[in-house]
């Protein structure tokens, strides 16, 4: 799910992109608000599992990114590493063994 918001903001960023010109019309306005409640969201899910945390970490890594003139270009990408690495090898379940009666 998340990762389908994470593209639809990236096209509607785009979108807006095309539109900048015509920044005072309603439809401009209307897109960009849009935009805004979407990022929003995106920015306050709470991922439920690997693939929703690495597709929030990418999003913001990528806005961080795109608005940073590369100054952080190897912190970015270091923790894209981990997150990566974090997402490749899950934590083993524990295993109960004895206790509450099992």
């Known amino acids: 799910m998340i990762s389908i918001m ?13 539109e900048l010109e015509h920044y005072e019309t309603p439809r401009f ?3 960009d ?9 995106i920015y306050r899910h709470k991922p439920q599992n690997a693939a929703e945390a690495h597709a929030v970490l990418g ?3 990528d806005l961080i990114e ?3 003139a590369s100054d952080n270009h ?6 894209r590493e981990i997150a990566g690495t974090c997402a490749a090898h899950p ?12």
Not at 6 to 18: A, G, K, N, P, W
Not at 91 to 102: D, H, K, M, S, V
């Open 6 to 18: 994470v593209e639809e903001f990236r096209e509607m960023q785009s979108q807006l992109v095309r």
């Open 29 to 31: 306005k209307a897109l």
């Open 33 to 41: 608000d849009r935009l805004s409640h979407l990022f929003e969201a």
């Open 59 to 61: 999003f913001l890594l």
């Open 66 to 68: 795109n608005n940073d």
């Open 74 to 79: 190897r912190f970015i990408e270091r923790i």
């Open 91 to 102: 934590a083993p379940a524990l295993e109960i063994t004895c206790g509450a009666g099992i």
